[in-house]
């Protein structure tokens, strides 16, 4: 256990430094040995045990992978087709596997090691690129029938998307974001009304929402604003605070 700490100690260190050294990145092309060394590592703490949540030194170890996930969110603001072409392989490798607990698991941490990344608003080309990949996540939500990874997913897209929301504009009108919400904002909403899903698919309904065209989100308003209202009045404290937030929203 006490090595465990200390190798603990030691990730976290390096971590903040690699941050502090990544933040320079975009200005250095290259590099792509070191880019790809600096890969293996995040993507291992992202890696799923069966003995991670019995361990003395889970918190820590979760605090580690955070840290990760923000060395990969980094690391994509400056070699975002890099990151994608790993996470979209490591997602596949998963994909092909017999289903299992331990799969959806391994799955679910992969997902969670992605929820630093963030859309580019500029240049238009890699904003386009980043809501690409944002669609190719979405297909995989549709598709999947494991409520626990499509719960994850939900999450990491309110992730992903609650920057975006506080900064879109004219970008709604770009036919990469359209076309993500037309496709996810439907099932989304009609899943809402099954209490299994509600409580982790509604935050991304008031995302889908807050990113859409004006006629989108005039069209669509007043059912959502219902919806709000009654999850208000909903006895689950959890459930009647995300309906206020997403009003906030």
Known sequence: VQL?????????????????????LPFHPGHSDIIQNIENLAFRHFKYRDS??????????????????????????????????????????????EPSPHTTQSIISLLMG???????????????????????????FLEVKDKDIKHALAGLFVEILVPVAAAVKNEVNVPCVKNFVDLLYPP???????????????????????????????????????????????RDQKMSRVGMLSMNL
């Open 188 to 234: 989304t909403l009609d899943a809402c009304t099954k209490n299994k899903h509600r409580l982790a698919l509604f935050p991304l309904v008031t995302c889908l929402l807050c990113v859409s065209q004006k006629t989108f989100f005039l069209n669509n308003w007043h059912y959502f604003l219902a919806m709000c209202l009654s999850n208000l009045k909903n």
């Open 114 to 140: 992605m929820k630093f990344f963030r859309v580019k608003m500029v240049p238009i080309e890699e904003f386009e690129a980043s809501f690409q990949f944002m669609h190719e996540c979405a297909q995989y």
């Open 52 to 97: 991670i949540p019995n361990s003395p030194n889970s918190f820590n170890i979760h605090i580690i992978s955070d840290l990760y996930g923000e060395v990969v969110g980094t690391l994509a603001q400056s070699r975002f087709a890099s990151i994608k072409k790993r996470f979209m392989s490591e997602l596949k490798e998963l994909r092909s596997k």
């Open 4 to 24: 465990q700490r200390r190798e603990a100690a030691v990730e976290f260190i390096f971590s903040l430094a690699l941050l502090e050294v990544l933040k320079q």
